[in-house]
């Protein structure tokens, strides 16, 4: 099979080559998928995950990626749940070889059934975006209605899905992002925009939503309410709210929550930016030009 494979960690994205592989094998409780659209994070190469097994020996030659969408091609022993040819979505594991290949073998937990209407690329743009987008808001933060939330990156595959999350359960949302963003964001259902790199204040807010890190989450931290929360995926936060919490997460797989994120998106309630759609060679330059492009840049791997 065809695989995009990286093969030295300090080459970074110039190292991404177009490869054949052989077909994975498929372990107890495992699926195969046969891919259809692939998704990424540009900054997984940096990822320890993707270089080294769980007990962290190095298994390069390595195939990134963690978002799919496609076809069960094989199921592994005491792989129940599932059935061949069943549509799916969801996350590959962290340690072992990912999305970006015509087969993939991932633990059967970790994807959800997806219904035939929804589109392979649309799916491909949910699952590390949607799940981090609600865990951080209901789970961590534990938004309710009625609250003021501001999100950090709010044009970005995470960031959209966010705002229309928070908009959807009653919440009051503030989008904060670049200046040419302002018409996404407004049109996600964000009540307001906030230019990312404007120093005015936006308002006591009840919860942070944040996606960048660094400077614009320390300021941001300083329109927290007391006593409120800030939840970030870019790096353990330095400061944080008086009185409040402010927590770093990483997202964990979830197949139910999978499943209530495809009904909302069936609902026309939740719709997932895809930014860019590359076939499998154009990898690379995906990688390197993913953090300039709104939205959630797709792989297309099979027809």
Known sequence: MRAITARDRAAGVAGLTLTDMPYPHAAENDVIVRVHAAGFTPGE???PGTWTDRAGR???PTTPGHELSGTVAELGYGTTGLTVGQRVFGLTDWTRNGSLAEFTAVEARNLAPLAADVDHTVAAALPISGLTAWQGLFE???LTTGQTVLVNGAAGGVGSIAVQLAR???ARVIGVGRADDRD?????GAHSFVDVSDPRPAGEVDVLFDVIGGDVLERSTELVRPGGTVVTIAAPPTVRPK???ALFFVVEPDRVRLADLIRLVRAGRLKPIVGEVRPLSETASAFARDRRTPGKTIISVAG
């Open 45 to 47: 190469l940096d990822w």
């Open 58 to 60: 190095d298994r390069t």
């Open 140 to 142: 961590h933060a534990q």
């Open 168 to 170: 959807d359960a009653g």
């Open 184 to 188: 996404v964001v407004l049109g996600l």
């Open 243 to 245: 009185d409040g919490r």
